[in-house]
């Protein structure tokens, strides 16, 4: 005689919690990564508010040449740590939250370095192998259109 198996069936309301609850979840996760990025962004905006030649570099002379910041290699030496310090952070938002607003938000941050990327002095240091592989792509767009 041939057994009869039961199968069962977990019951339609605890199905649809549970979907709901996963849901609830990953959208939690979703808006917590998205508010880390915002924070950790604003914090680099109060590092270039303190320091507005080095957030825009055209209201001072960089000399890549001469390693010179408006005439000072201490002054270019806190440029280049400005500079790295906003890759991480972009790098970092990014990888929280990587959405087209952040994208944008990364590429016109990195537009004001263009000619610092597209230099020589950029290149011999090889800095892009620091980064993930988004960010050397934006920064090496950057670096072409300068």
């Known amino acids: 005689m041939a057994e009869k198996t ?16 996963i849901g609830g979840a990953v959208l939690t996760m979703l808006a917590w990564r998205g508010e880390k990025a ?32 408006d005439g000072s ?6 440029y280049e740590w400005y500079v790295a310090r906003l890759v991480y952070t972009l790098d970092e938002c990014l990888a929280l939250a990587p959405i087209p607003q952040w994208y944008a938000v990364a590429r016109t941050q990195l537009a004001n370095h ?3 990327f597209a230099s020589d002095y950029y290149q011999k240091h090889e800095y892009l192998s620091h980064y993930s592989l988004r960010l050397r792509m934006l920064i090496e767009q950057q670096a ?3």
């Not at 508010?49 to 957030?55: T, V």
């Not at 290699?73 to 806190?78: I, L, N, P, T």
Request: hydrophobic letters at 40%; proline letters at 8%; glycine letters at 2%.
């Open 6 to 21: 039961t199968r069962v069936q977990p019951p339609l309301p605890l199905m649809i919690a549970a979907f709901i609850g």
């Open 38 to 69: 915002k924070k950790l962004y604003l914090s680099h905006c109060d590092v270039a508010l303190a320091n507005p030649r080095f957030s825009s570099p055209d209201l001072a002379k960089l000399d890549l040449k001469a390693k010179t910041f």
């Open 73 to 78: 290699a201490e002054e270019f030496e806190r």
């Open 114 to 116: 263009k000619k610092y």
């Open 144 to 146: 072409e259109e300068a």
